[in-house]
C-alpha cells in the first residue's frame, strides 16, 4: 500500500516570508496524482493545489508552488508572501492513476502551520 | 451552492446512544467517502461507494453502517456510541474517470461523546 508521510507536525512563518511544506511518498507505480489540502481553523478541507505524476512542470497557483521530484518521491509545497489566513493543518495526499486503486486517497498526517504577524 | 453537505454540523449525544450522519453532493460525483479525524487530526478512510456499490470498507466496528440510497447520498449511521467514537466525521466525494480529479469536503461533523 502506498503511504504517505510528512515530517514536521509544526512549523511557524512570519508574515511575508516563505515557508516549505514538505511531503514523502512510497509507491511502485509510476503514474498517480497528488494534492495538497489545507484545513484552517473553520476545519474545511479546501485543495490547495494538484500534480500529475506524469508532469515534470511543478504547479502553481498563485502564492503556492510545488516542488515535484518524481525520482526522490518527494512533494513538497512552497507558500510565499506568507498571509495570516494560510495559518493551517495542510494534508499532502495521494492517488492511484491504477484502476485497482484509483478511488483510494492515502493522506499524510498533516503539518501545522503558525503565520506569526 | 454547496458542493458536498453534512448534516448536522455537530452532535452531542450520550453512550451508547445510535445516531446517523447524512451527506448529499450535488457534483455529479460517482463515488462517495467517510472519513474519521482523530483529535490529532489524522484523516482515516472508513467507507467508499462508487455507484452505490460498496468498494472501501477499512478495518472500522461493526457498529458503523454506510448506506448509499443513490450516488449523491451516502449516510452513516453509528449503534450503540462509545467515548472513542467522539471526532469530526467528513464525508467526501470525487469523480472516478476524468484522470486524478480530487475530492470534495464536506465541513464535518463534530461527534462528542459524554
Known amino acids: 500500500a502506498q503511504t504517505v508521510t510528512q515530517s514536521q507536525p509544526e512549523m511557524s512563518v512570519q508574515e511575508a516570508e516563505t515557508v516549505t511544506l514538505s511531503c514523502t511518498y512510497d509507491?511502485?507505480?509510476?503514474?498517480?496524482?497528488l494534492f495538497w489540502y489545507k484545513q484552517p481553523p473553520s476545519r474545511q478541507m479546501i485543495l490547495v493545489i494538484r500534480?500529475?505524476?506524469?508532469?515534470?512542470q511543478n504547479a502553481t497557483e498563485n502564492r503556492f508552488s510545488v516542488n515535484f521530484q518524481k525520482a526522490a518521491k518527494s512533494f513538497s509545497l512552497k507558500i510565499s508572501d506568507s498571509q495570516l489566513g494560510d495559518a493551517a493543518m495542510y494534508f499532502c495526499?495521494?492517488?492511484?492513476?491504477?484502476?485497482?486503486?484509483?478511488?483510494?486517497?492515502?493522506f499524510g498526517s498533516g503539518t501545522k502551520l503558525n503565520v506569526k504577524p | 451552492d454547496t458542493a458536498v453537505s453534512q448534516t448536522p454540523k455537530y452532535l452531542v449525544t450520550q453512550m451508547g446512544n445510535d445516531k446517523s450522519i447524512k451527506c448529499e453532493q450535488n457534483?455529479?460525483?460517482?463515488?462517495m467517502y467517510w472519513y474519521k479525524q482523530d483529535s490529532k487530526k489524522f484523516l482515516k478512510i472508513m467507507f467508499s461507494?462508487?455507484?452505490?456499490?460498496?468498494?472501501i470498507n477499512e478495518t472500522v466496528p461493526n457498529r458503523f453502517s454506510p448506506k448509499s440510497p443513490d450516488k449523491a447520498h451516502l449516510n452513516l449511521h453509528i449503534n450503540s456510541l462509545e467515548l472513542g467514537d467522539s471526532a469530526v466525521y467528513f464525508c467526501?466525494?470525487?469523480?472516478?474517470?476524468?484522470?486524478?480529479?480530487?475530492?470534495?469536503f464536506g465541513d464535518g461533523t463534530r461527534l462528542s461523546i459524554l
Open positions: 495526499a495521494y492517488r492511484s492513476a491504477r484502476r485497482y486503486n484509483f478511488n483510494k486517497f492515502y
Open positions: 467526501a466525494s470525487s469523480r472516478s474517470t476524468g484522470g486524478g480529479q480530487p475530492q470534495h
Open positions: 461507494y462508487n455507484n452505490k456499490e460498496l468498494i
Open positions: 500534480q500529475e505524476a506524469y508532469k515534470q
Open positions: 509507491t511502485s507505480e509510476s503514474d498517480y496524482y
Open positions: 457534483l455529479g460525483h460517482d463515488t
